[in-house]
């Protein structure tokens, strides 16, 4: 039987990364109460469209969540972004493409940390310098990118600060608090590839 809060991803020859006090772990079960409580409050800038419940959450990390630790080349990597251990956000690569070596970047960090603009900027900027090293030193992938609602310029600030281009920009695309918005995408290329 599977260790739910120890599990491993058969892709990655290195499970835990590091930064400073900082760490990404295959995502924990025990993990899913906090993270649920996170999306729900911050649903404006997700891809969900109604609150998720506890019964849902539950069903989602043993029908989805539990089969990623069971398959060479699942769609998604999910991981707990902990502070001297204690868990204060997630995210990982998803919509991963195997064949054409590239993957979307999900994050999500504690409600009240988003909300302060500069402990976001210095968090985002960790988690995706520790994400780089899972997408490009160990999956040897040749691209990472963001979906992103263009409403928080922050979050735009700091890919650029860390080597991300703007791929496109959708324009009028999404319908968040009734008005439309953009879209943005920015990319970082692996540089080895260049």
């Known amino acids: 039987m599977q260790n739910l809060n120890n599990r491993a991803y058969l892709c990655l020859s290195k499970q835990i990364y590091t930064c400073g006090?900082?760490?990404?772990?295959?995502?924990?079960?025990?993990?899913?109460e906090p993270i649920r409580v996170w999306r729900n409050e911050q649903i404006t800038i997700l891809r969900q469209k109604k609150p998720l419940t506890q019964p849902e959450q539950a069903a989602y990390?043993?029908?989805?969540?539990?089969?990623?630790?069971?398959?060479?080349?699942?769609?998604?990597?999910?991981?707990s972004?902990?502070?001297?251990n204690v868990l204060i956000g997630?995210?990982?690569l998803v919509h991963i493409s195997w064949e054409d070596k590239n993957a979307e970047i999900s994050f999500l960090l504690e409600t009240k940390r988003n909300e302060n603009s500069n402990?976001?900027?210095?968090?985002?900027?960790i988690y995706l310098q520790m994400l780089k090293e899972v997408a490009f030193e160990q999956l040897h992938f040749q691209?990472?990118?963001t979906y992103a609602y263009d409403i928080r310029?922050?979050?735009?600030?700091?890919l650029l600060d860390n080597g991300f281009v703007q791929e496109a920009r959708l324009h009028n695309h999404v319908f968040i608090e009734n008005e439309f918005c953009d879209v943005l995408i920015h990319a970082f290329f692996n540089q080895k590839n260049i």
Not at 61 to 79: D, R
Request: no cysteine.
């Open 21 to 32: 006090s900082y760490t990404l772990v295959p995502l924990r079960h025990h993990d899913q």
């Open 61 to 79: 990390y043993s029908t989805v969540v539990a089969k990623l630790f069971e398959i060479e080349q699942p769609n998604q990597l999910l991981f």
């Open 81 to 84: 972004f902990l502070l001297n």
């Open 90 to 92: 997630y995210g990982g």
């Open 119 to 125: 402990l976001f900027k210095h968090e985002w900027g």
């Open 143 to 145: 691209k990472i990118y």
């Open 153 to 158: 310029p922050h979050l735009i600030d700091m």
